[in-house]
């Protein structure tokens, strides 16, 4: 069974920085690519960064490139997401899954807890 453990999160002012990792366990991880996802209150889950499962290629959505480092660890079964210049609006909980590169979308409906990032002076 496939398991997402997101850790890192927490509460950071406008400019400020966080790093996110992302355990994985229960799929051959390296053979993956991985995705960070987040969900604003209210608002529906959105796709936010991927990286190919060679790390050689990212995708990122407009608003957080160059400011967002997506990177994978293939030894350690991890997913980072560095994050730089937050700003309120990237206020969510955010998660990661496996995903489809080229359709930004996530391969399994299980999905971990999550963690909360809040961008807030």
């Not at 660890?73 to 210049?85: G, I, P, R």
């Amino acid at each position: 069974q496939v398991r997402f453990v997101e850790s890192g999160g927490g509460l950071v002012r406008p400019g400020g920085s966080l790093s996110l990792a992302c355990a994985v366990s229960g799929l051959t991880f390296s053979s993956y690519a991985m995705g960070w996802f987040r969900q604003a209150p209210g608002k529906e889950r959105e796709f936010v960064a991927a990286i190919r499962w060679a790390g050689s290629t990212t995708d990122y959505i407009d608003s957080v490139k160059g400011r967002f480092t997506i990177s994978k660890d293939n030894a350690k079964n991890t997913v980072h997401l560095q994050m730089n210049s937050l700003r309120p609006e990237d206020t969510a909980v955010y998660y990661c899954n496996a995903v489809n590169f080229r359709l930004r979308s996530a391969l399994f409906d299980d999905w971990g807890q999550g963690t909360q990032v809040t961008v807030s002076s």
